[in-house]
């Protein structure tokens, strides 16, 4: 199983921008699908976006289409989100995961390794 350990949440101004890393350990990222999902305060865990283990896919979620885009380093085993354009209802716990697989299924459950989530606090 292979390990994700999520980093560079923080806080910021509605508008501004962060940039997610999730760095994977125990396994290469080469032969999985791999996604982030976020959970707002009193919401259900929700889907972000997702890249297939070619990097030549890439899913979003119509909330943040334009404005997130994942993309993947395979030499640093390391999985990307850069969010632009934040807003307030993007603030909650972001989670990175992956499964096993070529191309994103649409179900969550088939991600059978989580992080353990880094905060993004977006002020308006």
């Known amino acids: 199983q292979v390990q994700l350990v999520e980093s560079g949440g923080g806080l910021v101004q509605a508008g501004g921008s962060l940039r997610l890393s999730c760095a994977a350990s125990?396994?290469?990222?080469?032969?999985?699908?791999m996604g982030w999902f976020r959970q707002a305060p009193g919401k259900e865990r929700e889907f972000v976006a997702a890249i297939s283990w070619s990097g030549g896919s890439t899913y979003a979620a119509d909330s943040v289409k334009g404005r997130f885009t994942i993309s993947r380093d395979y030499a640093k085993n390391t999985v990307l989100l850069r969010m632009n354009s934040l807003k307030s209802e993007d603030t909650a716990v972001y989670y990175c995961?992956?499964?096993?697989?070529?191309?994103?299924?649409?179900?969550?459950?088939?991600?059978?390794?989580w992080g353990q989530g880094t905060q993004v606090t977006v002020s308006s």
């Open positions: 995961a992956a499964a096993r697989g070529p191309y994103y299924s649409g179900s969550e459950s088939n991600f059978g390794s």
């Open positions: 125990g396994r290469t990222l080469g032969g999985y699908v």
